[in-house]
């Protein structure tokens, strides 16, 4: 069966590092995988082209596609605007809703090569290998009543609603702990049950689970604990199972493990078997134009487009190895490069790993 991929490659480096990450993808297209591929706009490149960081025409594209491929969207240019529902992120933020992609997978993993690119002590990253299982379309990050209002006398305040549903969490929890089942079966939920409600039932729904998963051991743990046991032992962690807010920042401390967040790719899936595929980091927008963005983290997110949503495992892993050749070989973008490796632009990068998947 033919799949549809729409590929929205969005603002700052994301155009960069997308392009590589296609490269890949046709290179397997040209292996037998039956694709079609579409491009479109997202974010701040949509909002100056139609005025809108997602067009009608591009969610029913993004709809009707087996698989999203995103690069990055944002920048200085469109923080200043005041809407905050028409900014480049609201793009991203519509498409997760829309396609219901309420389960994120954030894998953590060090490539043994690059436990010198980290900023911890090799000994204490090496090895490492998690899973963060981020909720993606529910929490404070959607939660109504929100927005901005004034009192009488003048003052202004800012609101937001952090809830969850029971349904909510049991379908993110079901995820999780058929993660772990796969992996080394131990489960940490991550909350802030010692102060927020809607983590208390987050906590409780987690607890309720357990008995059908009685080869995954559950444990729980304070996000504030969580973030500072990310840098301290990160090494304790199989899967992380937790909200749209914690998941993110935490993602974004363990990508740092793994020598840089230009190596940590995601997966957005929905119950449908549709997926949308993009680096955990973002546009860069210090670094675009400049061919210094690691595009890995994109490449790496079409090996998971493979495996979770086109079912194609070999050619996944193919990738996955490629990077690893690509790796031994010491070539390096500026974010994972130290002294005795080679500094390589983004397309260099690109073409690296396109010759050792085609080798
Ligand atoms: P960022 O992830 O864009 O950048 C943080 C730092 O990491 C920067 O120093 C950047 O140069 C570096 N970095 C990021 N990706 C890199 C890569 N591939 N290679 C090398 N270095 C890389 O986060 P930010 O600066 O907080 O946000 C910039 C813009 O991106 C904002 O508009 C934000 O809203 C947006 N953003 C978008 C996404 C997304 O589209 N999924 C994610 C995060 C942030
Ligand atoms: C991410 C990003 C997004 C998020 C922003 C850009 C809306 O930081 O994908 O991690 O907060 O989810
Ligand atoms: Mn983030």
Redesign the pocket.
Known sequence: MSHNILVLPGDGIGPEITREAVKVLKACQARGLDITLEEDMVGGAAIDAHGVPLAEKTLERAKAASAILLGA??GPKWDTMEDISKRP?KG??ALRKELNLFGNLRPALLYPQLAEASSLKPEVVSGLDIMIVRELTGGIYFGQPRGFEKREDGTRYAYNTYVYDEHEIERIGRIAFEMAQKRDKRLCSVDKANVLEATILWREVMNRLAPEYPDVELSHMYVDNAAMQLVRAPKQFDVIVTGNMFG?IL?DAAAMLTGSIGMLPSASLNDKGQGMFEP?H?SAPDIAGQGLANPLATILSVAMMLRYTLNEQAMADAIEQAVGEVLDQGLRTADIAYPGTTQVTTEAMGDAVLKALES
Do not use: I, K, R, Y
Request: proline share 0%.
């Open positions: 969207v944002g992120e991203l933020l993110d993602s955990c973002g």
